[in-house]
């Protein structure tokens, strides 16, 4: 019998809050792939609708797994466990890319995926955090436990947004909280490929750090599991509020009225869709520092999904239901 050697896979973690750009940054590292490159990516969501697999740039040697219903950090680490051996056993990887969700703790999964039955499964390559000018230059993010915890554990700093932005200041606190990653400014001339061959280096024990209750299950259903449309939920985790929509693919919403309408919700971190409106099938990336809304494909329904700091009532997205559907044609 030919046994073949077990190689541990190059894994890369990005992190970054919500809508600092993680999304971006992974589709252009795909630009970048060597063409007989097979990657994996994880991609974790804290809502259950399932958007951000459709988000990222489409190629033959990637596969995208998605992981709903919770950050994967804290929900427990079976779903994490599950998915990772999956992955690595069905599709065999030169490369496995993790992206939790904006809101996880990476102290948290540092220390998961640095436990002693990985090792020979999983070498983990330096910590890309993902850092938007734009929001830092607000107090709320720079003071925010979970926005410093991406810099405190990254290897890498890559800031995008900055124009306008103190950049020196920005790099001065990067370097008070992290002083040995490596700081990338917006458009500075670096070879983002090499950047998933450098090493991890952690100078910082790994820490458990609960965002909600510590034994809340994730839910683990895939994002393209058969389910009746219309299907809509809105539930709390943690300290946070997720609500969304997955809606019939003929189901067409104005799309004026829907972009004002979504705009006007109050104190959201992060909007994301994939809708038919009466302008063609839109995507929808929206945080409080930016908006990208483009064309995009057909896809075999909509998806619509808001998180929000505060708590929402029932009887608030029930009227948000009401006025949604009241945009459908």
Not at 15 to 37: E, M, R, V, W, Y
Not at 38 to 61: A, P, R, Y
Not at 77 to 96: E, F, M, N, T, Y
Not at 161 to 188: E, M, Y
Request: proline share 5%.
């Amino acid at each position: 019998m030919n046994l073949q050697p077990i190689i541990a896979t190059p894994t890369t973690i990005i992190t970054g809050f919500l809508g600092a750009g993680k999304t971006t940054l992974l589709n252009t590292l795909i630009t970048h792939k060597l063409s007989d490159d097979k990657w994996v990516l994880l991609i974790n969501e804290f809502g259950k609708i399932g958007i951000d697999g459709s988000l990222i740039t489409q190629d033959d040697d990637i596969t995208i797994k998605e992981v709903s219903g919770g950050c994967i950090c804290c929900t427990g680490q079976l779903p994490l466990q599950i998915a990772l051996v999956r992955l690595l056993g069905d599709h065999k990887p030169s490369r496995l890319i993790i992206e939790p969700t904006g809101l996880a703790h990476p102290d948290e999964l540092l220390g998961q995926l640095g436990a002693a039955h990985w090792q020979a499964s999983l070498k983990l390559q330096a910590v890309l955090c993902v850092v938007a000018g734009t929001q830092w230059q607000q107090d709320k993010y720079r003071t925010h436990d979970g926005y410093i915890a991406h810099v405190r554990h990254a290897d890498v700093v890559l800031c995008n947004r900055t124009d306008g932005i103190d950049v020196a200041a920005l790099s001065a606190w990067i370097r008070a909280i992290n002083p040995h990653a490596k700081i990338i400014l917006d458009g500075a001339d670096d070879d983002l490929q090499a950047l998933l061959d450098l090493p991890h280096h952690s100078t910082l024990p790994a820490r458990t750090v609960a965002l909600g209750a510590p034994n809340q299950p994730a839910n683990n259903t895939p994002a393209d599991a058969p389910i009746s449309l219309p299907y809509r939920y809105h539930e709390r985790i943690g300290e946070h509020h997720v609500g969304g929509w997955r809606l019939p693919a003929e189901w067409q919403f104005d799309s004026y009225d829907l972009q004002k309408w979504l705009l006007s919700r109050p104190n959201y971190l992060r909007i994301k869709g994939i809708i038919h409106t009466t302008e063609g099938w839109l995507m929808l990336n929206i945080a409080p520092d930016g908006i990208s809304i483009s064309d995009t494909d057909e896809r075999a329904d909509s998806r619509l999904e808001m998180i929000f700091a505060d708590q929402i009532s029932d009887d608030t997205w029930q009227v948000w239901d009401g006025e949604l559907m009241g945009m459908k044609s």
